[in-house]
Nanobody
Framework: QVQLVESGGDLVQAGGSLRLSCEAS????????MAWYRQAPGKQRELVAA???????NYVDSVKGRFTISRDNAKNTVYLHMNSLKPEDTAVYYC???????????WGQGTQVTVSS
């Protein structure tokens, strides 16, 4: 049974930092791509950052230079390191995992990030 469990969301002041974690079970090696999405109130869910099994990464333009996605295979965990947070980063952040050959797509329950000005 695939499960993605996020943690790390919090209320933080503008300019602050947070680290989100997503623990994947049964194994992170099942997935070709792990990603973080976010959804702000009244807006569509958007891709924030993604990392492939081989370690390749990509980011939405608005977070480049501020956010870093990484993975710890030994811990079956993907992280999103968020620095220089802005109020517009406020959203529910979702972990996503994809098995590309079978078109399977999995989601975590989400974790709230709130950035105050």
């Amino acid at each position: 049974q695939v499960q993605l469990v996020e943690s790390g969301g919090d209320l933080v002041q503008a300019g602050g930092s947070l680290r989100l974690s997503c623990e994947a079970s049964p194994s992170i090696f099942l997935f070709n791509v792990m990603a973080w999405y976010r959804q702000a109130p009244g807006k569509q869910r958007e891709l924030v950052a993604a990392i492939t099994k081989g370690g390749g990464t990509n980011y939405v333009d608005s977070v480049k230079g501020r956010f870093t996605i990484s993975r710890d295979n030994a811990k079956n965990t993907v992280y999103l390191h968020m620095n220089s947070l802005k109020p517009e980063d406020t959203a529910v952040y979702y972990c996503n995992a994809q098995i590309i050959p079978t078109h399977h797509d999995y989601w975590g329950q989400g974790t709230q990030v709130t950035v105050s000005s």
